[in-house]
């Protein structure tokens, strides 16, 4: 006993004595969360590589491209035609706030969610091999990132194609300002602007960081619904239910404004927050943000919940 306890003394007064000089020990649950973030980023990066290198990207590629040449470009030969300069962020900010092209650039990337996760031979023994929580956080992540891609692919494209002739200024331009009173009457084509509810309470920077903040949470959401069902055996549905979200805000955005807030591609809408001049029932802007990551948490939950028990097979 004697000898037990001196070896453990001089155990500690080791100890102590490299605690002195400033060497610190490494800690169990230190290298188990770096194991964590690099399982979770070798999902990652194998998600992205296959993502970037499927056949579907060029889908995106065309539907980014129908709306920068169907909304971006006419809403500058507008303002040509009016004699009047745009700002340069305002053809990015005018289409995800227009529900036409809103709605396309939601349905390309469910196009993308029916490819994710690709669950092959390959596939299962990862999963298998660096554990089913480090697979579902490394597959939230990788559709989290699309999201980003796909929102800045169109944002760098809309102020690629009007560059030329747009200024640099967190200053809304009057082409915007004065569009209902001055210039809508004069142009055919008359259906590309800025809702007033956006100019009117926010800065065109401001609009540009509350756009792809709102949307990026969105389509994670969209991504995160979507694992929830793959989990569940029962992907369809979940693709459909985003689907069915979506078309949830056009049916009631008329007749019942309340409802549709309970869908988060209400949330992702900026023009739609703050006091609605025609007296539409609105919310805060950080209500809907406390709303996504909420929802977000949520199915994250529930997604864990079912995961335990999931075989992949």
């Not at 943000?289 to 919940?305: A, H, M, N, P």
Request: overall charge positive; proline content about 2%.
């Amino acid at each position: 006993m004697i000898e037990k306890n001196r070896g453990e003394n001089v155990i500690l007064e080791i100890v102590e004595a490299l605690k002195s000089k400033g060497f610190e020990f490494p800690r169990a649950h230190k290298f188990f969360r770096r194991c964590i973030l690099k399982k979770t980023v070798l999902v990652l990066r194998a998600g992205l590589q296959e993502t970037f290198l499927d056949k579907k990207i060029i889908v995106l590629l065309l539907i980014i491209g129908f709306i920068i040449d169907n909304g971006v470009r006419r809403m500058v030969d507008n303002a040509l035609q009016a004699g009047q300069p745009l700002g340069i962020f305002e053809g990015f900010i005018m289409c995800v706030n227009h529900w036409y092209y809103l709605i396309i650039f939601l349905v390309g990337f469910i196009f993308v969610l029916a490819g994710v996760p690709r669950l092959d031979s390959e596939q299962i023994f990862l999963i298998y091999r660096i554990g089913k929580k480090s697979w579902f956080f490394g597959e939230i992540l990788q559709v989290s990132f699309c999201a980003v891609i796909y929102i800045l692919l169109l944002f760098i494209s809309s102020i690629a194609s009007c560059a030329k002739y747009c200024y640099i200024g967190n200053v809304w331009s009057n082409f915007m300002v004065y569009y209902k009173s001055e210039y809508e009457a004069l142009l055919s084509d008359n259906n590309r602007f800025i809702d007033q509810q956006v100019f009117k309470y926010y800065s065109p920077y401001q609009s540009v960081l509350h756009c792809i903040f709102l949307l990026a949470l969105c389509l994670a959401l969209m991504g995160t619904v979507n694992l929830y069902f793959v989990i569940i055996n029962k992907k369809l549905v979940g693709i459909l239910l985003n689907i069915i979200f979506i078309l949830f805000v056009l049916i009631f955005s008329n007749y019942r404004a309340g409802v549709m807030w309970l869908s988060p591609f209400c949330h992702a809408v900026l023009a739609l927050h703050n006091i609605y001049v025609y007296k539409e029932l609105s919310v805060p802007l950080y209500y809907s943000y406390l709303y996504l990551i909420i929802l977000e948490g949520i199915v994250i939950f529930f997604s864990l919940k079912q995961l335990k028990n999931k075989m992949f097979y």
